[in-house]
Protein backbone atom coordinates (compact mmCIF):
# COMPACT_ATOMS: atom_id res chain seq x y z
CA UNK A 1 0.00 0.00 0.00
CA UNK A 2 2.80 2.42 1.27
CA UNK A 3 4.54 1.96 -2.54
CA UNK A 4 0.93 2.51 -4.33
CA UNK A 5 0.76 5.47 -2.26
CA UNK A 6 4.13 6.79 -3.57
CA UNK A 7 2.82 5.66 -7.08
CA UNK A 8 0.44 7.83 -6.84
CA UNK A 9 1.63 11.00 -5.54
CA UNK A 10 4.47 10.90 -7.99
CA UNK A 11 1.78 10.55 -10.73
CA UNK A 12 -0.22 13.49 -9.34
CA UNK A 13 3.08 15.27 -9.16
CA UNK A 14 4.14 14.43 -13.42
CA UNK A 15 0.51 15.52 -14.27
CA UNK A 16 1.04 19.15 -12.46
CA UNK A 17 3.99 19.54 -13.68
CA UNK A 18 2.58 18.66 -17.32
CA UNK A 19 -0.28 21.06 -16.37
CA UNK A 20 2.34 23.74 -15.29
CA UNK A 21 4.14 23.42 -18.67
CA UNK A 22 1.14 23.03 -21.20
CA UNK A 23 0.06 26.65 -19.91
CA UNK A 24 2.98 28.82 -19.84
CA UNK A 25 3.94 26.88 -23.28
CA UNK A 26 0.23 28.48 -23.91
CA UNK A 27 0.72 31.35 -22.79
CA UNK A 28 4.03 32.08 -24.83
CA UNK A 29 2.43 31.19 -27.60
CA UNK A 30 -0.77 33.45 -27.61
CA UNK A 31 1.97 36.36 -26.65
CA UNK A 32 3.80 35.47 -30.17
CA UNK A 33 0.24 35.11 -32.50
CA UNK A 34 -1.48 37.69 -33.44
CA UNK A 35 -5.01 38.05 -31.87
CA UNK A 36 -8.06 38.80 -33.63
CA UNK A 37 -9.57 42.18 -33.45
CA UNK A 38 -13.41 42.60 -33.35
CA UNK A 39 -14.81 43.33 -36.63
CA UNK A 40 -11.82 41.61 -38.17
CA UNK A 41 -13.00 38.59 -40.78
CA UNK A 42 -11.20 36.47 -43.12
CA UNK A 43 -12.33 36.04 -46.79
CA UNK A 44 -11.10 34.09 -49.63
CA UNK A 45 -9.50 35.87 -52.57
CA UNK A 46 -11.74 35.45 -55.13
CA UNK A 47 -12.53 32.17 -55.77
CA UNK A 48 -8.88 30.88 -55.18
CA UNK A 49 -8.30 29.00 -51.30
CA UNK A 50 -6.03 31.88 -50.14
CA UNK A 51 -7.87 33.32 -46.96
CA UNK A 52 -6.93 36.85 -45.65
CA UNK A 53 -8.18 39.43 -43.50
CA UNK A 54 -10.43 41.64 -44.51
CA UNK A 55 -7.88 44.82 -44.02
CA UNK A 56 -4.55 44.18 -45.27
CA UNK A 57 -1.79 47.29 -44.39
CA UNK A 58 -0.64 49.71 -47.31
CA UNK A 59 2.00 50.84 -48.64
CA UNK A 60 1.14 54.59 -50.02
CA UNK A 61 1.60 56.41 -46.29
CA UNK A 62 3.19 53.45 -43.99
CA UNK A 63 6.83 53.06 -46.32
CA UNK A 64 7.53 56.84 -46.64
CA UNK A 65 10.83 58.19 -46.42
CA UNK A 66 9.78 60.99 -43.89
CA UNK A 67 9.12 57.73 -41.50
CA UNK A 68 11.81 56.19 -39.35
CA UNK A 69 12.33 52.76 -38.88
CA UNK A 70 11.05 52.63 -35.50
CA UNK A 71 7.63 53.70 -36.48
CA UNK A 72 7.44 52.09 -39.35
CA UNK A 73 8.64 48.55 -37.34
CA UNK A 74 5.67 49.57 -34.83
CA UNK A 75 3.07 49.74 -37.16
CA UNK A 76 3.22 46.83 -38.88
CA UNK A 77 4.01 44.96 -35.92
CA UNK A 78 0.11 46.75 -35.15
CA UNK A 79 -1.04 45.28 -38.07
CA UNK A 80 0.16 41.62 -37.27
CA UNK A 81 -0.80 41.56 -33.70
CA UNK A 82 -4.17 42.98 -34.71
CA UNK A 83 -4.96 39.97 -37.01
CA UNK A 84 -3.91 41.47 -40.16
CA UNK A 85 -2.20 38.94 -42.55
CA UNK A 86 -1.75 40.97 -45.85
CA UNK A 87 0.37 43.71 -46.46
CA UNK A 88 0.38 45.50 -49.72
CA UNK A 89 3.94 46.97 -51.75
CA UNK A 90 4.13 48.88 -54.85
CA UNK A 91 6.44 47.99 -57.64
CA UNK A 92 7.25 51.48 -59.40
CA UNK A 93 10.12 53.79 -60.07
CA UNK A 94 10.45 55.64 -56.81
CA UNK A 95 9.28 53.86 -53.63
CA UNK A 96 9.32 50.64 -54.62
CA UNK A 97 12.76 49.10 -53.60
CA UNK A 98 13.02 51.29 -50.43
CA UNK A 99 9.30 49.77 -49.38
CA UNK A 100 10.50 46.12 -50.16
CA UNK A 101 13.96 46.22 -48.32
CA UNK A 102 12.27 47.81 -45.28
CA UNK A 103 9.34 45.20 -45.02
CA UNK A 104 12.18 42.55 -45.99
CA UNK A 105 13.78 43.25 -43.11
CA UNK A 106 11.11 43.93 -40.38
CA UNK A 107 9.58 39.92 -41.49
CA UNK A 108 13.03 38.67 -41.11
CA UNK A 109 13.80 40.64 -38.32
CA UNK A 110 10.39 39.59 -36.63
CA UNK A 111 11.47 35.81 -37.77
CA UNK A 112 7.14 35.13 -37.53
CA UNK A 113 5.79 32.00 -39.21
CA UNK A 114 5.43 32.64 -43.14
CA UNK A 115 2.12 30.82 -43.18
CA UNK A 116 0.73 33.63 -41.14
CA UNK A 117 1.06 36.30 -43.39
CA UNK A 118 0.49 37.02 -47.26
CA UNK A 119 2.80 39.90 -49.26
CA UNK A 120 1.49 41.14 -52.53
CA UNK A 121 3.77 43.29 -54.30
CA UNK A 122 3.22 44.98 -58.40
CA UNK A 123 4.93 45.09 -61.57
CA UNK A 124 4.54 48.22 -62.89
CA UNK A 125 5.61 49.74 -65.63
CA UNK A 126 4.89 53.43 -67.50
CA UNK A 127 6.28 54.60 -71.08
CA UNK A 128 9.02 57.49 -69.58
CA UNK A 129 11.18 54.63 -68.02
CA UNK A 130 13.44 51.58 -69.20
CA UNK A 131 10.57 49.34 -68.22
CA UNK A 132 8.06 49.65 -71.17
CA UNK A 133 5.65 47.54 -71.50
CA UNK A 134 4.65 44.38 -70.02
CA UNK A 135 7.37 41.93 -71.75
CA UNK A 136 8.23 38.59 -70.76
CA UNK A 137 11.43 40.06 -69.52
CA UNK A 138 10.64 42.49 -67.72
CA UNK A 139 7.81 40.62 -65.78
CA UNK A 140 10.35 37.82 -64.44
CA UNK A 141 13.08 40.22 -63.73
CA UNK A 142 10.87 42.46 -61.46
CA UNK A 143 9.60 39.31 -59.84
CA UNK A 144 13.08 38.32 -59.06
CA UNK A 145 14.46 41.71 -57.62
CA UNK A 146 11.36 41.82 -55.82
CA UNK A 147 11.71 38.41 -54.30
CA UNK A 148 15.72 39.59 -53.71
CA UNK A 149 15.05 42.79 -51.71
CA UNK A 150 12.06 40.85 -49.88
CA UNK A 151 14.67 38.18 -48.87
CA UNK A 152 11.41 35.84 -49.26
CA UNK A 153 11.47 32.14 -50.53
CA UNK A 154 8.59 33.36 -52.97
CA UNK A 155 5.88 36.66 -53.15
CA UNK A 156 2.55 35.69 -52.25
CA UNK A 157 0.27 37.29 -54.82
CA UNK A 158 1.85 39.67 -57.42
CA UNK A 159 -0.26 42.08 -59.26
CA UNK A 160 0.07 43.88 -62.84
CA UNK A 161 -0.04 46.98 -62.74
CA UNK A 162 -2.29 48.61 -65.72
CA UNK A 163 -2.83 46.51 -69.10
CA UNK A 164 -0.19 46.62 -71.67
CA UNK A 165 -1.78 47.04 -75.27
CA UNK A 166 1.54 47.24 -76.91
CA UNK A 167 2.17 43.53 -75.76
CA UNK A 168 0.56 40.08 -76.15
CA UNK A 169 -2.02 38.33 -73.65
CA UNK A 170 -0.42 35.72 -74.67
CA UNK A 171 3.29 36.76 -73.66
CA UNK A 172 1.81 37.94 -70.25
CA UNK A 173 -0.34 34.96 -69.42
CA UNK A 174 2.71 32.71 -70.34
CA UNK A 175 5.08 34.91 -68.18
CA UNK A 176 3.00 34.59 -64.86
CA UNK A 177 2.03 31.08 -65.17
CA UNK A 178 6.01 30.50 -65.55
CA UNK A 179 6.45 32.54 -62.36
CA UNK A 180 3.85 30.42 -60.80
CA UNK A 181 5.22 27.42 -61.86
CA UNK A 182 8.83 28.28 -60.72
CA UNK A 183 7.60 28.92 -57.32
CA UNK A 184 8.24 32.41 -57.21
CA UNK A 185 4.52 33.79 -56.64
CA UNK A 186 1.82 31.72 -55.47
CA UNK A 187 -1.10 33.58 -56.91
CA UNK A 188 -1.01 37.00 -59.63
CA UNK A 189 -3.87 39.07 -60.46
CA UNK A 190 -4.70 42.83 -62.04
CA UNK A 191 -4.74 46.55 -61.04
CA UNK A 192 -6.69 49.24 -62.18
CA UNK A 193 -7.34 47.35 -65.04
CA UNK A 194 -11.15 47.59 -66.85
CA UNK A 195 -13.85 44.71 -66.83
CA UNK A 196 -12.96 43.68 -70.23
CA UNK A 197 -9.06 43.62 -69.82
CA UNK A 198 -9.80 41.31 -67.54
CA UNK A 199 -12.69 38.97 -69.31
CA UNK A 200 -9.71 39.31 -72.06
CA UNK A 201 -7.09 38.15 -70.27
CA UNK A 202 -9.21 35.10 -68.05
CA UNK A 203 -10.19 33.74 -71.29
CA UNK A 204 -6.10 33.92 -72.56
CA UNK A 205 -5.25 31.77 -69.79
CA UNK A 206 -8.06 29.22 -70.19
CA UNK A 207 -7.07 29.06 -73.95
CA UNK A 208 -3.84 28.07 -73.23
CA UNK A 209 -4.20 26.18 -69.70
CA UNK A 210 -2.39 28.77 -67.66
CA UNK A 211 -3.36 29.82 -63.80
CA UNK A 212 -6.14 32.67 -64.15
CA UNK A 213 -5.46 35.71 -62.31
CA UNK A 214 -7.69 35.79 -58.88
CA UNK A 215 -8.23 39.51 -58.17
CA UNK A 216 -8.63 43.12 -59.26
CA UNK A 217 -7.36 45.39 -57.52
CA UNK A 218 -9.82 48.67 -57.68
CA UNK A 219 -10.44 52.12 -55.95
CA UNK A 220 -13.33 52.21 -54.12
CA UNK A 221 -14.79 55.59 -52.41
CA UNK A 222 -17.78 57.04 -51.45
CA UNK A 223 -17.31 59.58 -54.78
CA UNK A 224 -15.71 56.33 -57.08
CA UNK A 225 -18.71 53.99 -57.24
CA UNK A 226 -19.22 52.73 -60.93
CA UNK A 227 -16.85 49.51 -61.78
CA UNK A 228 -16.86 48.60 -57.93
CA UNK A 229 -20.99 48.43 -57.94
CA UNK A 230 -21.55 47.55 -61.25
CA UNK A 231 -18.67 45.04 -62.90
CA UNK A 232 -16.67 43.57 -60.39
CA UNK A 233 -19.74 41.37 -59.06
CA UNK A 234 -19.59 40.11 -62.38
CA UNK A 235 -16.33 39.35 -63.05
CA UNK A 236 -16.70 37.34 -59.51
CA UNK A 237 -19.59 35.58 -59.95
CA UNK A 238 -18.95 34.52 -63.71
CA UNK A 239 -14.74 34.34 -63.86
CA UNK A 240 -14.19 33.86 -59.80
CA UNK A 241 -12.09 37.54 -59.60
CA UNK A 242 -11.95 38.69 -56.41
CA UNK A 243 -11.81 42.76 -55.47
CA UNK A 244 -9.35 44.16 -53.22
CA UNK A 245 -10.37 47.90 -52.74
CA UNK A 246 -7.69 50.78 -52.05
CA UNK A 247 -8.17 54.35 -51.20
CA UNK A 248 -11.05 54.34 -48.90
CA UNK A 249 -10.71 58.38 -47.92
CA UNK A 250 -9.94 59.03 -51.54
CA UNK A 251 -6.58 59.63 -51.14
CA UNK A 252 -7.43 61.73 -48.02
CA UNK A 253 -9.16 64.25 -50.10
CA UNK A 254 -12.45 63.36 -48.10
CA UNK A 255 -11.28 64.45 -44.42
CA UNK A 256 -9.27 67.38 -45.96
CA UNK A 257 -13.12 68.52 -47.78
CA UNK A 258 -14.66 67.96 -44.18
CA UNK A 259 -12.50 69.97 -41.90
CA UNK A 260 -11.33 72.38 -45.05
CA UNK A 261 -7.62 72.37 -43.21
CA UNK A 262 -6.07 72.24 -46.46
CA UNK A 263 -5.49 74.30 -49.58
CA UNK A 264 -6.28 73.06 -52.65
CA UNK A 265 -2.21 72.99 -53.26
CA UNK A 266 -1.65 70.68 -50.81
CA UNK A 267 -4.64 68.60 -51.76
CA UNK A 268 -2.94 68.48 -55.43
CA UNK A 269 0.55 67.51 -53.48
CA UNK A 270 -0.95 64.43 -51.39
CA UNK A 271 -2.42 63.40 -54.48
CA UNK A 272 0.87 63.43 -56.71
CA UNK A 273 2.99 61.95 -53.16
CA UNK A 274 0.93 58.89 -53.03
CA UNK A 275 -0.33 58.07 -56.33
CA UNK A 276 0.96 54.41 -57.40
CA UNK A 277 2.90 55.59 -60.75
CA UNK A 278 3.82 58.46 -62.67
CA UNK A 279 1.55 58.38 -65.55
CA UNK A 280 -1.09 58.97 -63.18
CA UNK A 281 -0.46 61.59 -61.10
CA UNK A 282 -2.63 64.16 -61.47
CA UNK A 283 -4.09 66.88 -59.61
CA UNK A 284 -7.74 65.38 -58.03
CA UNK A 285 -10.73 66.51 -60.33
CA UNK A 286 -12.51 69.54 -60.25
CA UNK A 287 -15.58 68.21 -60.73
CA UNK A 288 -17.25 64.29 -60.49
CA UNK A 289 -20.19 63.80 -62.06
CA UNK A 290 -22.84 62.32 -60.54
CA UNK A 291 -26.17 61.30 -61.54
CA UNK A 292 -28.13 64.97 -61.21
CA UNK A 293 -25.34 67.39 -61.65
CA UNK A 294 -21.50 67.76 -61.66
CA UNK A 295 -20.18 67.59 -57.99
CA UNK A 296 -17.91 70.56 -57.71
CA UNK A 297 -15.68 71.37 -54.50
CA UNK A 298 -18.27 73.22 -52.90
CA UNK A 299 -21.22 70.88 -53.29
CA UNK A 300 -18.52 67.95 -52.02
CA UNK A 301 -18.25 70.14 -48.71
CA UNK A 302 -21.96 70.31 -48.46
CA UNK A 303 -22.12 66.53 -48.84
CA UNK A 304 -19.44 65.63 -46.43
CA UNK A 305 -20.31 68.44 -43.86
CA UNK A 306 -24.09 66.17 -43.88
CA UNK A 307 -22.01 62.81 -43.35
CA UNK A 308 -20.22 64.13 -40.91
CA UNK A 309 -23.36 64.71 -38.96
CA UNK A 310 -24.03 61.16 -39.41
CA UNK A 311 -20.90 60.21 -37.96
CA UNK A 312 -20.94 62.45 -35.18
CA UNK A 313 -24.61 60.75 -33.95
CA UNK A 314 -22.98 57.34 -34.34
CA UNK A 315 -20.02 58.32 -32.25
CA UNK A 316 -17.42 58.31 -34.83
CA UNK A 317 -15.27 60.32 -37.28
CA UNK A 318 -15.38 60.74 -40.76
CA UNK A 319 -12.77 58.58 -41.60
CA UNK A 320 -13.85 55.39 -39.80
CA UNK A 321 -17.27 55.99 -41.23
CA UNK A 322 -15.85 56.39 -44.67
CA UNK A 323 -14.80 52.55 -43.98
CA UNK A 324 -17.04 51.16 -42.65
CA UNK A 325 -18.85 52.37 -45.49
CA UNK A 326 -16.29 50.69 -48.04
CA UNK A 327 -16.81 47.28 -46.34
CA UNK A 328 -20.01 46.91 -45.80
CA UNK A 329 -20.05 46.29 -49.69
CA UNK A 330 -20.08 42.58 -49.44
CA UNK A 331 -17.90 42.51 -52.90
CA UNK A 332 -14.95 44.27 -51.08
CA UNK A 333 -12.77 40.88 -50.04
CA UNK A 334 -10.16 42.95 -48.39
CA UNK A 335 -9.95 46.59 -47.92
CA UNK A 336 -6.41 48.11 -48.11
CA UNK A 337 -5.30 51.09 -45.10
CA UNK A 338 -2.32 52.81 -44.81
CA UNK A 339 -1.02 54.36 -41.85
CA UNK A 340 2.20 56.39 -40.57
CA UNK A 341 1.68 56.26 -36.66
CA UNK A 342 0.14 53.26 -34.61
CA UNK A 343 -2.32 56.02 -33.64
CA UNK A 344 -3.84 56.45 -36.93
CA UNK A 345 -3.60 52.45 -37.82
CA UNK A 346 -5.67 51.87 -34.45
CA UNK A 347 -8.00 54.96 -35.46
CA UNK A 348 -9.00 53.17 -38.94
CA UNK A 349 -8.95 49.84 -37.62
CA UNK A 350 -12.10 50.73 -35.23
CA UNK A 351 -14.04 51.94 -38.21
CA UNK A 352 -14.33 47.70 -38.43
CA UNK A 353 -16.90 47.98 -35.07
CA UNK A 354 -19.36 50.42 -36.81
CA UNK A 355 -20.39 48.09 -39.44
CA UNK A 356 -22.74 46.55 -37.08
CA UNK A 357 -24.13 50.54 -36.77
CA UNK A 358 -24.47 50.83 -40.29
CA UNK A 359 -27.85 49.21 -40.57
CA UNK A 360 -30.36 49.57 -43.76
CA UNK A 361 -31.49 52.99 -42.81
CA UNK A 362 -28.21 54.37 -41.95
CA UNK A 363 -27.12 53.48 -45.81
CA UNK A 364 -30.42 54.87 -47.02
CA UNK A 365 -29.86 58.37 -45.48
CA UNK A 366 -26.07 58.26 -47.09
CA UNK A 367 -27.82 56.79 -50.25
CA UNK A 368 -29.92 60.19 -50.29
CA UNK A 369 -26.84 62.23 -49.09
CA UNK A 370 -24.21 61.02 -52.01
CA UNK A 371 -27.28 60.74 -54.93
CA UNK A 372 -24.21 59.33 -56.99
CA UNK A 373 -25.16 55.38 -56.62
CA UNK A 374 -24.44 54.00 -60.14
CA UNK A 375 -26.83 53.10 -62.65
CA UNK A 376 -26.21 50.44 -65.58
CA UNK A 377 -26.32 52.19 -69.06
CA UNK A 378 -29.28 50.59 -70.67
CA UNK A 379 -28.67 47.67 -73.03
CA UNK A 380 -28.78 48.93 -77.25
CA UNK A 381 -30.31 47.23 -79.70
CA UNK A 382 -28.00 46.98 -83.00
CA UNK A 383 -31.77 46.38 -84.67
CA UNK A 384 -33.12 49.37 -83.74
CA UNK A 385 -30.33 51.23 -85.03
CA UNK A 386 -30.33 50.00 -88.46
Same mark, same amino acid.
Given at each position: ???????????? +??????????????????????????????????????????????????????????????? !??? +???? $?????? *?????????? %????????????????????????????????????? &?????? @???????????????????????????????? #?????? !??????????????? =????????? %???????????????????????? !??????????????? *??????????????????? #?????????? @??????????????????????????????????????????? $???? !???????? *????????????? %???????? +???????????????? %???????????? &? =??????? +???
Amino acid at each position: MADLGSTTEQLC +AKLQAAAVKESVDRVSSAAQSPSLTSGLRYRNLGKSGLRVSNIGLATWTTYNTAINEEQLDAV !VTA +AYNA $GINLFD *LTEGPQSSEQ %AETQLGAILKRKNWKRVSYSVITKIHWHYKSEERGLS &RKHIIE @SVRSSVARLELDYIDIVLIQKADPMCPLEEVV #RAMDFL !VSEGLIMYWGTAKWS =PIDVTEMYT %ACRQLNCSTPILEQSEYHMLCREK !VEIYMPELYNKIGVG *LMAWSPLAMGLLPSFKDSL #RSRSSNRTKA @SSISWNQDDRKPPSKEVQTNNEPLTARNTKEILFSISLIADRL $GCSL !VQLCIAWT *LKNESVQCLLLGA %ATTHQFYH +ALHGLQLLPKLNSNVM %AELERILDNKPV &R =PPMVSTL +AMR
